[in-house]
Antibody, heavy 121, light 111 residues
Framework: QLQLQESGPGLVKPSETLSLTCTVS??????????WGWIRQPPGRGLEWIGS???????YYNPSLKSRVTISVDTSKNQFSLKLSSVTAADTAVYYC?????????????WGKGTTVTVSS | QSVLTQPPSVSGAPGQKVTISCTGS?????????VHWYQQLPGTAPKLLIY???NRPSGVPDRFSGSKSGTSASLAITGLQAEDEADYYC???????????FGGGTKLTVL
């Protein structure tokens, strides 16, 4: 059964870069039918799509975050990663990785448990 | 302000039916893009509930159903149970933003 697991620092200083990795187990990240995405949820608020990637490296970003976001994939490790630069307190959130079916904007059928990232000095 | 608009909260007694709306525009739901629904229990990750407007993944009870018409979509839950108390989110694609968009979420309270 496919599982996704987020990992990375739980505390990031303002103006620094947030870096997270999602490890895919129980399946291949190189499958042609899937895209891989990052979604976040600030405390007490709703879900926000950050961006998604295909195993070939094609990326799709939320326009509101595009200038600060980089998503990459490492097929040899079955992982994909998120980098968010110049973070502020507004970037404090639970960050989820998920698998998209068929298109980068289509539904997400498998989610990681999420990792909490706090931006604070 | 979310691109897709949901009521902040709905409630119902056990056994009753509730409906959660998701209102979009001509650049997302109205343009024909599919709507998907997620259930998020407290302290957990979202779980896919409905995909492609009205399809249920394996394991989701048929008490949950989805529909779409025009620029809106709806999630209906019949035979409410205490375990249905959660936040519910709709999701679609917006061509103006060229990306995935979520509704603001609806908190369901089972009275």
């Amino acid at each position: 059964q496919l599982q996704l697991q987020e990992s990375g620092p739980g505390l990031v200083k303002p103006s620094e870069t947030l870096s997270l990795t999602c490890t895919v187990s129980g399946g291949s990240i190189s499958s042609t039918n899937y895209y891989w995405g990052w979604i976040r949820q600030p405390p007490g608020r709703g879900l926000e799509w950050i961006g998604s990637i295909y195993y070939s490296g094609s990326t799709y970003y939320n326009p509101s975050l595009k200038s600060r976001v980089t998503i990459s994939v490492d097929t040899s490790k079955n992982q994909f990663s998120l980098k968010l630069s110049s973070v502020t307190a507004a970037d404090t959130a639970v960050y989820y990785c998920a698998r998209h079916i068929r298109y980068f904007y289509y539904y997400m059928d498998v989610w990681g448990k999420g990792t909490t990232v706090t931006v604070s000095s | 302000q979310s691109v897709l608009t949901q009521p902040p909260s709905v409630s119902g007694a056990p056994g009753q039916k509730v409906t959660i709306s998701c209102t979009g525009s001509s650049s997302n739901i109205g343009a024909g893009y599919d709507v998907h629904w997620y259930q998020q229990l407290p302290g957990t990750a979202p779980k896919l509930l409905i995909y492609g407007n009205s399809n249920r993944p394996s394991g989701v009870p048929d008490r949950f159903s989805g529909s779409k018409s025009g620029t809106s979509a709806s999630l209906a839950i019949t035979g409410l149970q205490a375990e249905d108390e959660a936040d519910y989110y709709c999701q679609s694609y917006d061509s103006s933003l060229s990306g995935s968009v979520f509704g603001g979420g609806t908190k369901l309270t089972v009275l």
